[in-house]
């Protein structure tokens, strides 16, 4: 199966100024984020559900912005639920989403995000508890994403830089599925992602 890479976002992005990166950002996130994520929200909803626990949790504003862009992959191959393919084959969203903000952010924006799926393989082995309060979804997904992790996958992890924020992310990532919750607009993280994009 050929993967599509929307790049009219991209192509938005290039040459413009930050605030207008933002505005291109928002606009494809808003109009492009209306599928649904799961069973319970959409794309846009988990976004938002996302970044609202970051900011809840004093994060730095790259990781506020990571945690608001991180399944962006999803969006620009426009995955799912409504595709049945969605959670059987394993589109790595999180490296197309992260090589594609990466001329735009840097690596601590970027590597979070590259790594909120093996994060998920890192705390269940890890944390015991962890696992067992995964969504069904998520359980079948660890499946294709290669399954838990070894102790030598475990050591490679932790000497990439930002590996602690990735983690982070990845535990408000799993909590960011609640159906019908209220968060701030996606405008007011504008100034936070602004201020993370490379000038
Ligand atoms: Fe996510």
């Given at each position: 199966m050929e993967n599509y890479v929307d790049q009219s976002l991209a192509e938005e992005m290039m040459g413009a100024t930050t605030r207008q990166q933002v505005d291109?950002?928002?606009?494809?996130?808003?109009?492009?984020?209306?599928?649904?994520?799961?069973e319970v929200v959409t794309q846009l909803e988990h976004a938002l559900q996302c970044a609202a626990l970051a900011k809840q949790h004093e994060a730095n504003p790259t990781l506020i912005t990571g945690a608001l862009l991180h399944d962006l992959g999803h969006i620009i191959l426009d995955e799912h639920n409504a595709d049945k393919a969605f959670l059987d084959i394993d589109l790595n969203h999180e490296e197309i989403g992260a090589q594609y903000l990466a001329p735009f952010f840097p690596e601590s924006v970027t590597t979070p995000i590259r790594l909120h799926v093996p994060a998920k393989r890192y705390?269940?082995?890890?944390?015991?508890?962890?696992?067992?309060?995964?969504?069904?979804?998520?359980?079948?997904?660890?499946?294709?994403?290669?399954g838990v992790m070894s102790g030598a996958e475990r050591e490679a992890f932790e000497q990439i830089p930002h590996f602690q924020d990735a983690l982070a992310l990845r535990r408000w990532d799993d909590l960011a599925k609640v159906r019908g919750l209220e968060t701030a607009a996606l405008e007011s993280y504008h100034d936070i992602v602004q201020q993370c994009l490379i000038q």
């Open positions: 291109a950002l928002f606009e494809y996130m808003e109009r492009r984020g209306q599928s649904f994520y799961d705390l269940c082995a890890t944390d015991t508890s962890y696992h067992e309060g995964l969504s069904d979804a998520s359980k079948k997904s660890l499946i294709v994403q290669g």
